[in-house]
């Protein structure tokens, strides 16, 4: 029991250590919220969006004090294809664009290659793959980037190399391996990748760990009840038996009193009687 103790202190230890880590590197990641942007839309901008609206996409500005904009198409009824992302060329306030669960694919990506002020790309279950990503390279603002279900792979995170201020990357069920992540964080230290498949492969050791241990524990505890109870059962058992022996012996021990008197008022039963014969005889 001590040791599996001591194996439970130390995996939560190692635990807590790594929800620490994880918290230092998120308020890392934080994005910095400027006081107050203004944007002078040109014509230009204006018949872009247009253009998107009409297409079905949003376009909303990014708070009352920053006027900078904000596209998204994953809530647009339909198919959005590479088509949709055309207008996007001529719009330069940009900062964040969504295009989750589109049609959107690599070709597509080249329409938004110039958004140098994009901060935050949504790219998760797209048609995109290690080529599309190669439009990204000069997104040098880029923050966050969501590549969950896509086709990427370790080729393509490399070339977000590139991207200094990127501070995420998902890569939930991409073709991204524990190496790639590796050579992409000693490029790119201060880039956050989530899921970090090497700390969660940690993390299902230390849950395997600790479910051992619990199973471990569990046993002990179940044999350890299972003995008390069969020696609680073997006691009562003994109990019951000897009670039973103690009532059949006084029992026995009452006949054996019982008959011993009954023969000795019969004895003097006899006595008498002969006393009786022997005055009547005088």
């Keep these: 029991m001590t040791r599996n103790f001591a194996i439970s202190a130390f995996v939560v230890g190692i635990v807590a250590i790594g929800n620490v880590v994880a918290q230092d590197k998120a308020k890392e990641a934080?994005?910095?919220?400027?006081?107050?942007?203004?944007v002078t839309l040109t014509?230009?901008?204006?018949?872009?969006?247009?253009?998107?609206?009409?297409l079905g996409g949003a376009v909303l500005e990014v708070a009352q004090t920053d006027k900078r904009l904000d596209v998204a198409y994953h809530l647009t009824s339909g198919k959005v294809t590479d088509d949709f992302l055309v207008p996007l060329k001529n719009l330069q306030p940009v900062v964040s664009l969504n295009l989750r669960d589109t049609e959107i694919t690599d070709a597509g990506?080249?329409?938004?290659?110039?958004?140098?002020?994009?901060?935050r790309l949504h790219l998760e279950k797209t048609k995109i793959t290690d080529a599309g990503l190669a439009h990204?390279?000069?997104?040098?603002?880029?923050?966050?980037?969501n590549l969950y279900g896509t086709e990427v792979t370790d080729a393509g995170l490399a070339q977000l190399e590139a991207l200094k201020k990127l501070k995420r990357v998902y890569t939930w069920q991409?073709?991204?391996?524990?190496?790639?992540?590796?050579?992409?964080?000693?490029?790119?230290?201060?880039?956050?990748?989530?899921?970090?498949?090497?700390?969660?492969?940690?993390?299902?050791?230390?849950?395997?760990?600790?479910?051992?241990?619990?199973?471990?524990?569990?046993?002990v505890k179940a044999e350890a009840d299972a003995k008390a109870k069969a020696e609680a059962e073997a006691?009562?058992?003994?109990?019951?038996?000897?009670?039973?022996?103690?009532?059949?012996?006084k029992k026995k021990a009452d006949e054996e009193k019982k008959k011993a008197d009954e023969a000795k008022k019969k004895e003097?039963?006899?006595?008498?009687?002969e006393k009786k014969e022997e005055k009547k005889d005088k």
């Design 30 to 38: 934080a994005p910095a919220v400027p006081a107050k942007v203004e």
């Design 43 to 54: 014509p230009e901008n204006k018949a872009a969006i247009e253009a998107i609206k009409k």
């Design 109 to 119: 990506l080249a329409n938004i290659a110039g958004l140098k002020g994009l901060m």
């Design 136 to 145: 990204l390279k000069g997104l040098e603002n880029l923050e966050y980037l």
């Design 174 to 219: 991409t073709k991204v391996t524990t190496e790639g992540q590796k050579k992409f964080q000693a490029a790119m230290p201060g880039t956050l990748i989530i899921p970090d498949i090497a700390l969660e492969a940690k993390k299902e050791a230390e849950a395997k760990a600790r479910a051992e241990v619990a199973a471990a524990e569990a046993k």
């Design 235 to 249: 006691k009562k058992k003994a109990d019951e038996e000897a009670k039973k022996k103690a009532e059949e012996d």
């Design 268 to 273: 003097e039963d006899k006595k008498k009687d």
